[in-house]
């Protein structure tokens, strides 16, 4: 009987791994499961079959299996510390692997599409002595998914504004009077959040640029540059309002509520990334908004006829 056909697989700095088809177990027809006999030079040893796409997985489990489970010749699992191990594309490793194998027998590419329509790759685990422990199905990393997981990290962490209004808020604001409407400056300051996956990674950062108070009576959004200005009752008074402010003309009291104008406060944050491989852009912009009960007092001037 002629020996079985065998492909050596080898990887730099890693053990010999070998691959062979058992003659005794040839397939006899194309739909007849293919039996396989994995080894590498440490003496590690696993038996798998080929019955379909999805087997080839099996069969590469069944190496991490035996080598959970046995020492390698001569070795002892008690010498020392577990050697560090990394994830490598199995190409590194099995760039051919499948070559040794009839026509009729399919088994899988190193890459996979998912039924969601991704790519996976194979990996294999390496650790640092040269044995494989481990092998998966890994989705590959691309720059869109990274960045749009990254766009999501930083939009959870945004803050939402704190209204800093002058007068202040809870005794009123008041018609033909500028409020002075602006954001803590702690809140004004970038934020980044960062996705990565198997060697690649993506960096979104988002950066506040503008305040923008919608006075919620009908008027258009008063917006300006930077966190505002608050009041100081003990500074001089400014010679004209600052550009982040509103005058209102009409009491709450003309609201549709009859009690307040919805106002709001946004900040309006620019949004760049950049990617581990050197690739950079700009998003569409976030926007974090908080309401506002904003409760307008008119007060009438009493002129007194003197005697």
């Given at each position: ?134 092998w998966q199905w890994f ?10 997981s990254a766009v999501d ?155």
């Amino acid at each position: 009987m002629p020996a079985p056909p065998r492909l050596l697989l080898t990887m730099a700095g890693a053990a010999t791994i070998i691959l062979t088809v058992l003659a005794t177990a040839l397939p006899a027809a194309a739909d007849d499961p293919l039996s396989l006999r994995w080894w590498d030079s440490t003496g590690i040893q696993a038996d798998g079959q080929v019955e379909s796409d999805e087997d080839r997985q099996q069969i590469l489990a069944s190496v991490s299996s035996a080598d959970d489970e046995a020492t390698p010749a001569g070795g002892n699992s008690a010498a020392g510390p577990a050697p560090s191990c990394a994830w490598r594309p199995s190409t590194a490793v099995a760039g051919v692997i499948g070559q040794v194998l009839p026509e009729d027998v399919p088994v899988h590419e190193a890459d996979r599409v998912e039924p969601d329509g991704s790519t996976s790759r194979l990996y294999a685990r390496v650790c640092a002595d040269g044995t494989v422990t481990d092998w998966q199905w890994f989705t590959l990393a691309n720059v869109p998914g990274l960045r749009t997981s990254a766009v999501d990290d930083v939009g959870r962490r945004l803050p939402l504004p704190v209204p800093v209004l002058s007068p202040d808020l809870a005794r009123g604001l008041v018609v033909n009077v500028a409020t002075w409407f602006a954001a803590p400056a702690g809140q004004w300051a970038p934020v980044t959040g960062t996705a990565e996956a198997l060697g690649l990674s993506v960096s979104v950062t988002a950066l506040p640029v503008e305040l923008v108070f919608d006075p919620g009576d009908g008027t258009a959004p008063v917006s300006c540059a930077g966190p505002g200005a608050t009041f100081d009752a003990s500074a001089p008074p400014p010679a004209a309002a600052p550009d982040c402010s509103y005058i209102y003309r009409d009491a709450s009291t003309a609201a549709p509520n009859g009690r307040f104008w919805p106002a709001s406060l946004s900040i309006r944050w620019s949004v760049t990334w950049t990617a581990s491989d050197g690739q950079t852009g700009a998003l569409d912009p976030l926007i974090t908004t908080t309401p506002i009960e904003a409760v307008v007092h008119e007060y009438q001037a009493l002129e007194r006829n003197g005697s």
